[in-house]
């Protein structure tokens, strides 16, 4: 479990179904495999738990912002953040998000001269804090934003890792490593304050979603202080940079396995975009690629489990959970259940026809996870990976490097453990 925990909450999920318990360190992991397992947990019993925020990295990098805060904060924080991921919002931001985009693939032409390596993990990640950077603090995050940027990256280069070995398993955390997050940690909180300082003397006039955060909680008579802005806003950065571009690796990864999904994915970008720059109403057209998208994120999806902290003993499908236990739902196991998904490791894009998604079990799906505290940029997530799919769609095809090991691990998100090197090729005309 230690060294692959998606492939054994897999076998686990197979083996056992429902509800299994597993023991570890002298306690109890509880794994929910069951739709209507995790319906209960998620939505039926909800007020019986709370997220599990045990991971002390995670604690001290988005302290109380919307992803670990609860009760009436995390409700105060809900809606006051909501509007801003809207459909008409997230649409609006379309056409810079394009532009920004467009520069980042610009610069891949000189891999198509060269024929170079690309290493397309660190790219994506790049593009992906861009978008959510200036998503977040307006255009003049372009000033600030290599600054900004990087000390985010030191930041998870600091990250613990997980074990690729069962001496890994064995072996205590490298203590040297706790020093150098917290190191990097307040780089990033001192780059991230000065922000804040410089935009509150224009009232954070033009600065994204910060301006809707400080301004409709101050009309509401309860101004953020520095610091929950600092834990809103890094949260919503982490979040929403780390699982598109760990997606966008994943998503171009089943691509270049699959030459019969690439070629017909390309031809529809063709025929919607012809050429042009995506807008709301043509990314609305894309269904195809919504539907390449959708799979990918069902065999890998960034947010590999969910994990809950029982408050007070309770059950779970018949199943007694005391008080203080851990449950998980592996996303990844769930959306392996062959009751639901035949041939479930076959990558099969037309699984998300319409009339497939009415009769399947709405929580057999959950890669932005369910309930009241499913993921609040699920909307523009989808928006942004199918913009990027199609505007590299219409340019490129990407190629992968032969005899690479390309390996999901558990983190954060469900990242390519070794990178994921391409070779990329200039498309030649409509396909």
Not at 81 to 109: C, G, N, S, Y
Request: charged content about 20%; aromatic content about 10%; some cysteine.
């Amino acid at each position: 479990m230690a060294i692959n925990p998606m492939a054994f909450m897999a076998k686990v999920a197979r083996r056992y179904g429902g509800l299994a318990r597993i023991p570890i360190r002298g306690n109890y992991l509880y794994l929910a495999s069951s739709p209507d397992i995790v319906r209960e947990l998620l939505i039926t019993h909800r007020q019986r738990y709370v997220k599990n925020t045990r991971y002390p990295q995670i604690q001290a990098l988005l302290g109380r912002g919307l992803l670990l805060a609860e009760a009436e904060p995390w409700r105060r924080q809900r809606l006051i953040t909501q509007p801003h991921f809207k459909a008409e919002p997230v649409e609006a931001q379309i056409p810079w998000m394009a532009e920004t985009a467009r520069r980042q693939l610009d610069r891949w032409q000189s891999y198509v001269r060269s024929r170079a390596v690309l290493d397309v993990e660190p790219e994506f990640a790049t593009l992906a804090q861009k978008l959510s950077g200036q998503s977040l603090f307006g255009a003049s995050f372009a000033s600030v934003g290599a600054l900004f940027c990087n000390a985010a990256s030191a930041v998870k280069q600091c990250w613990p890792k997980a074990p690729t070995s069962v001496w890994g398993v064995l072996i205590p955390a490298r203590r040297h490593m706790l020093p150098a997050f917290d190191n990097s940690l307040a780089a990033l909180d001192q780059c991230v304050y000065k922000i804040l300082a410089e935009r509150r003397a224009t009232d954070f006039q033009d600065c994204g979603m910060l301006q809707h955060l400080a301004r409709s909680n101050r009309m509401e008579g309860q101004p953020f202080t520095e610091r929950e802005l600092r834990d809103q806003l890094l949260t919503l950065f982490f979040a929403g940079y780390e699982t598109s571009a760990t997606a966008l690796c994943w998503i171009h990864y089943l691509l270049a396995q699959n030459t019969d999904v690439y070629l017909r994915l390309m031809a529809e970008v063709d025929a919607v975009l012809d050429g042009r720059v995506p807008t709301a109403e043509s990314l609305n057209q894309l269904q195809y690629t919504a539907q390449v998208v959708q799979e990918s994120l069902r065999l890998y999806s960034p947010i590999h489990s969910i994990s809950r902290v029982a408050l007070e003993e309770n059950t779970l499908g018949a199943y007694r959970i005391p008080a203080g236990a851990s449950v998980c739902v592996s996303v990844h196991a769930m959306h392996r259940l062959a009751e639901f998904w035949p041939d479930p490791e076959q990558f099969d894009p037309t699984r998300f026809d319409p009339d497939k998604c009415e009769v399947r079990h709405r929580f057999s799906y959950l890669p932005f996870a369910a309930g009241h505290r499913n993921c609040i940029g699920a909307g523009q997530a989808i928006v942004e990976l199918k913009l990027i799919v199609a505007l590299i769609a219409q340019r490129y095809r990407l190629r992968l490097v032969p005899g690479q090991r390309i390996e999901p691990a558990p983190g954060t998100t469900m990242y390519p453990r070794f990178g994921m090197k391409v070779m990329v090729d200039a498309k030649a005309g409509p396909t």
